[in-house]
């Protein structure tokens, strides 16, 4: 519907298709300077694209003053920023004070709402998985899809509920204001990337509570810092232990000594006999208090009873955090890194607990990883393993791959990941120096490497605001075009994260609702966020399309694509056919 706004749509859309799938000819055989083309590929690989000016002060300085002045962010003041982040004020909150001021004052009113429709004789609905819904990703909600209709929530949660969306909200709009805004433009393109390489699902329960202090405690100081920093880092934040479930690993023998003192107490309270027409308060209607007690302490001896190693974070630690899938490891190690991470657990995970190494839960018994054996005991294990394998030499080839792979093509050569990893295992693990040894490498300034990337929605969105100059007062309906075109942001499922290669985005169907965000961007239906369109485009004449062209995507374009252009019908429909071209969606 949206993409009749002009009346080729549909045949843009399938050019578009055709130009990202295959290489197509220029228009012509005359090619920019080379400085300028360089300047752009640097503009839109270190960072999310240029800005109308940034080409010829990028120029002025040099690319390689540009590098070296992205690789250390903490020498250059970032003032517009640090402005813009004051309207989303919780990113500053701990989570403690996320957790008690937004998320528990709602959960508080869930628990009496659920004990008041108990003491009707109305069960309360357990939550569902979590679902995107709104504005927001949240837990299943009353009213919400996943929640039976009949439910509705009262006003007093209603209004908890809002104040505890805020927290996601604040996060997912001040991610794109950086993008779009932040003069750290490395900076933010390694945030991205780091954070993906480290994925938690902000769906997934309890990690929406620690989200805000993963990203700016684990993630973000350490992306131009030491790699085994980080992975120390991520591998004692809540998120993570929350969404790979380490919190609770537990050694077998301890889980089942805790489960035996269970049923020992459990046994004890059976041989007690009831108190006679105890009543507590709040309690179900026909039930005393010790029949209360003794199902509580069932409940403990069934979770005492389930509990026991949990693999999942050693397995993603190894296949997807470090040494990567093709290493060579066996089952039997992801067997004891999972032991040595064991009592690596939250405290009062569901209140916003820290990090708390539990030795009582933990195998102090010998491990062997990879041939090496550990022996230190108790929370040494883990560091032991996070030291193996950071400076591992699988890990600096993994690490250094998947960063080519961002900064250089889908198939990065092997000639800049052997050098990169290189650097990697030379300056244990010093992140700075493999990003700067791949961004300043030949294979980084080929011509194959030149528009050789398709942009993910992230970077196609926060690229055409910054391209069209566009004014935004309102952010999130930038988020919610993210959500559109297959991006949430924090809405990875599965650990692997987003993809990015050009097959994870290059479909008909995503093209075309990337070309109806550029539709809807020209045509001014975002609220907050306006292109001056007459300063952009004043009309459709092929003087204007030279010079759009030169501004938007400011490199050579295809004959097909300029066909198109030629077609557009007002200033703001030749405007969104550039930002629809296949051209504007590479980098």
Same mark, same amino acid.
């Given at each position: 519907?949206?993409?009749?706004?002009?009346?080729?749509?549909?045949?843009?859309?399938?050019?578009?298709?055709?130009?990202?799938? =295959?290489?197509?000819?220029?228009?012509?055989?005359? $090619? +920019?300077?080379?400085?300028?083309?360089?300047?752009? !590929?640097?503009?839109?690989?270190?960072?999310?694209?240029?800005?109308?000016?940034?080409?010829?002060? =990028?120029?002025?300085?040099?690319?390689?003053?540009?590098?070296?002045?992205?690789?250390?962010?903490? @020498?250059?003041?970032?003032?517009?920023?640090?402005?813009?982040?004051? $309207?989303?004020?919780?990113?500053?909150?701990?989570?403690?004070?996320?957790?008690?001021?937004?998320?528990?004052?709602?959960?508080?009113? &869930?628990?009496?709402?659920?004990?008041?429709?108990? @003491?009707?004789?109305?069960?309360?609905?357990?939550?569902?998985?979590?679902?995107?819904?709104?504005?927001?990703?949240?837990?299943?909600?009353?009213?919400?899809?996943?929640?039976?209709?009949?439910?509705?929530?009262? +006003?007093?949660?209603?209004?908890? &509920?809002?104040?505890?969306?805020?927290?996601?909200?604040?996060?997912?709009?001040?991610?794109?204001?950086?993008?779009?805004?932040?003069?750290?433009?490395?900076?933010?393109?390694?945030?991205?990337?780091?954070?993906?390489?480290?994925?938690?699902?902000?769906?997934?329960?309890?990690?929406?509570?620690?989200?805000?202090?993963?990203?700016?405690?684990?993630?973000?100081?350490?992306?131009?810092?030491?790699?085994?920093?980080?992975?120390?880092?991520?591998?004692?934040?809540?998120?993570?232990?929350?969404?790979?479930?380490?919190?609770?690993?537990?050694? +077998?023998?301890?889980?089942?000594?805790?489960?035996?003192?269970?049923?020992?107490?459990?046994?004890?309270?059976?041989?007690?006999?009831?108190?006679?027409?105890?009543?507590?308060?709040?309690?179900?209607?026909?039930?005393?208090?010790?029949?209360?007690?003794?199902?509580?302490?069932?409940?403990?001896?069934?979770?005492? @009873?389930?509990?026991?190693?949990?693999?999942?974070?050693?397995?993603?630690?190894?296949?997807? !955090?470090?040494?990567?899938?093709?290493?060579?490891?066996?089952?039997?190690? *992801?067997?004891?890194? $999972?032991?040595?991470?064991?009592?690596?657990?939250?405290?009062?995970?569901?209140?916003?607990?820290?990090?708390?190494?539990?030795?009582?839960?933990?195998?102090?018994?010998?491990?062997?990883?990879?041939?090496?054996?550990?022996?230190?005991?108790?929370?040494?294990?883990?560091?032991?393993?996070?030291?193996?394998?950071?400076? !591992?030499?699988?890990?600096?080839?993994?690490?250094?791959?998947?960063?080519?792979?961002?900064? *250089?093509?889908?198939?990065?050569?092997?000639?800049? *990941?052997?050098?990169?990893?290189?650097?990697?295992?030379?300056?244990?693990?010093?992140?700075?120096?493999?990003? &700067?040894?791949?961004?300043?490498?030949?294979?980084?300034?080929?011509?194959?490497?030149? @528009?050789? %990337?398709?942009?993910?929605?992230?970077?196609? =969105?926060?690229?055409?605001?910054?391209?069209?100059?566009?004014?935004?007062?309102?952010?999130? +309906?930038?988020?919610?075009?993210? &959500?559109?075109?297959?991006?949430?942001?924090?809405?990875?499922?599965?650990?692997?994260?987003?993809?990015?290669?050009?097959?994870?985005?290059?479909?008909?169907?995503?093209?075309? %609702?990337?070309?109806?965000?550029?539709?809807?961007?020209?045509?001014?239906?975002?609220?907050? *966020?306006?292109?001056?369109?007459?300063?952009?485009?004043?009309?459709?004449?092929?003087?204007?399309?030279?010079?759009? =062209?030169?501004?938007?995507?400011?490199?050579?374009?295809?004959?097909?694509?300029?066909?198109?252009?030629?077609?557009?019908?007002?200033?703001? !429909?030749?405007?969104?056919?550039?930002?629809?071209?296949?051209?504007?969606?590479?980098?």
């Amino acid at each position: 519907m949206k993409a009749n706004f002009f009346s080729p749509g549909r045949l843009v859309a399938a050019a578009v298709a055709v130009g990202l799938g =295959v290489a197509v000819p220029l228009a012509g055989q005359s $090619a +920019p300077a080379a400085d300028t083309d360089t300047v752009v !590929h640097v503009l839109n690989r270190l960072g999310y694209g240029p800005r109308p000016g940034d080409v010829d002060r =990028v120029s002025q300085i040099g690319v390689a003053a540009y590098i070296e002045q992205q690789l250390h962010p903490e @020498r250059l003041p970032d003032t517009t920023l640090a402005q813009r982040l004051t $309207a989303f004020p919780t990113i500053g909150l701990s989570t403690r004070e996320i957790a008690r001021d937004y998320y528990g004052p709602a959960e508080a009113i &869930r628990r009496a709402e659920q004990r008041a429709e108990g @003491r009707a004789g109305q069960p309360a609905t357990p939550p569902t998985p979590a679902t995107m819904t709104g504005d927001t990703m949240m837990m299943g909600q009353p009213g919400q899809p996943g929640r039976p209709a009949r439910e509705q929530a009262s +006003p007093e949660l209603q209004a908890a &509920r809002q104040k505890e969306q805020q927290i996601l909200q604040d996060l997912m709009q001040a991610r794109l204001v950086r993008a779009i805004t932040s003069e750290h433009q490395l900076e933010e393109t390694l945030v991205d990337f780091w954070f993906n390489h480290f994925n938690v699902f902000a769906g997934k329960g309890q990690v929406r509570v620690y989200l805000t202090e993963y990203e700016r405690e684990a993630i973000r100081p350490h992306v131009l810092g030491n790699f085994r920093d980080m992975l120390g880092a991520v591998a004692e934040s809540p998120a993570m232990l929350f969404y790979l479930d380490n919190f609770q690993n537990v050694d +077998p023998k301890s889980a089942q000594k805790q489960a035996d003192g269970q049923q020992e107490r459990l046994e004890q309270a059976r041989a007690r006999p009831a108190i006679a027409g105890g009543r507590g308060r709040g309690m179900a209607a026909g039930r005393t208090q010790t029949e209360q007690q003794q199902e509580q302490q069932e409940q403990r001896l069934m979770q005492a @009873r389930n509990r026991g190693l949990n693999e999942n974070y050693a397995r993603e630690l190894m296949e997807l !955090h470090t040494i990567g899938v093709d290493a060579g490891y066996t089952q039997a190690d *992801v067997v004891a890194v $999972a032991r040595a991470f064991t009592g690596w657990t939250i405290d009062r995970p569901r209140d916003g607990g820290t990090f708390q190494f539990n030795a009582q839960m933990h195998d102090n018994d010998a491990k062997v990883v990879m041939g090496t054996k550990i022996t230190g005991g108790g929370k040494k294990d883990g560091e032991a393993v996070l030291d193996l394998l950071a400076n !591992h030499p699988s890990t600096a080839t993994f690490i250094a791959t998947k960063l080519a792979r961002r900064f *250089v093509s889908d198939e990065p050569p092997a000639s800049v *990941v052997d050098r990169a990893a290189k650097v990697f295992l030379s300056s244990k693990g010093d992140l700075r120096e493999v990003t &700067r040894a791949i961004v300043t490498s030949p294979e980084f300034f080929s011509a194959e490497a030149r @528009r050789a %990337k398709v942009k993910t929605p992230l970077e196609f =969105v926060a690229s055409a605001v910054r391209a069209s100059g566009a004014n935004v007062t309102v952010v999130q +309906p930038l988020v919610q075009a993210l &959500r559109d075109q297959g991006m949430p942001l924090y809405g990875a499922q599965p650990p692997t994260g987003w993809g990015d290669t050009a097959e994870d985005w290059v479909n008909t169907g995503a093209l075309l %609702k990337r070309l109806n965000f550029a539709i809807e961007l020209a045509g001014g239906r975002f609220r907050g *966020v306006r292109i001056n369109v007459r300063q952009l485009a004043p009309d459709t004449s092929e003087a204007t399309r030279d010079a759009l =062209v030169s501004k938007l995507v400011a490199l050579p374009i295809s004959s097909i694509t300029r066909d198109t252009l030629s077609k557009a019908e007002s200033p703001q !429909h030749l405007i969104a056919l550039t930002l629809g071209s296949p051209e504007f969606q590479k980098r």
